[in-house]
């Protein structure tokens, strides 16, 4: 079993940065893909970022690409979502998941463990 906490999130002005921190304990860390979702009020859950279980894969929503950037440090048991250049389309709560595969996927339902979010709010 897996635990997953978020923190980093908060209040930021459009074209500000905010980095999203990640810490797992429980299961076998290294050897787990990890991801950060997204929800904004009245929308459904959606993928923001994943990255592989050695760090040398990362994959991105389409919205995100080159604003975004994920990192992971398995000696610490972290992962890491630096936010750039951020917009108030970017508000939304943001969860880390975990999934026990060493195959990256992009599909809420594939993540077995997810984190109680932490809110991202973007003013304009």
């Known amino acids: 079993q897996v635990q997953l906490v978020e923190s980093g999130g908060g209040l930021v002005q459009a074209g500000g940065s905010l980095r999203l921190s990640c810490v797992a304990s429980?299961?076998?860390?290294?050897?787990?893909?990890m991801g950060w979702f997204r929800q904004a009020p009245g929308k459904e859950r959606e993928f923001v970022s994943a990255?592989?279980?050695?760090?040398?894969?990362?994959y991105y929503a389409d919205s995100v690409k080159g604003r975004f950037t994920i990192s992971r440090d398995n000696a610490k048991n972290m992962v890491y979502l630096q936010m750039n250049s951020l917009k108030p389309e970017d508000t939304a709560v943001y969860y880390c998941?975990?999934?026990?595969?060493?195959?990256?996927?992009?599909?809420?339902?594939?993540?077995?463990?997810w984190g109680q979010g932490t809110q991202v709010t973007v003013s304009s």
């Open positions: 998941a975990a999934r026990g595969s060493l195959v990256v996927v992009t599909l809420v339902p594939e993540y077995e463990y």
């Open positions: 429980g299961g076998t860390f290294s050897k787990t893909t």
């Open positions: 990255i592989n279980w050695t760090g040398g894969r990362t």
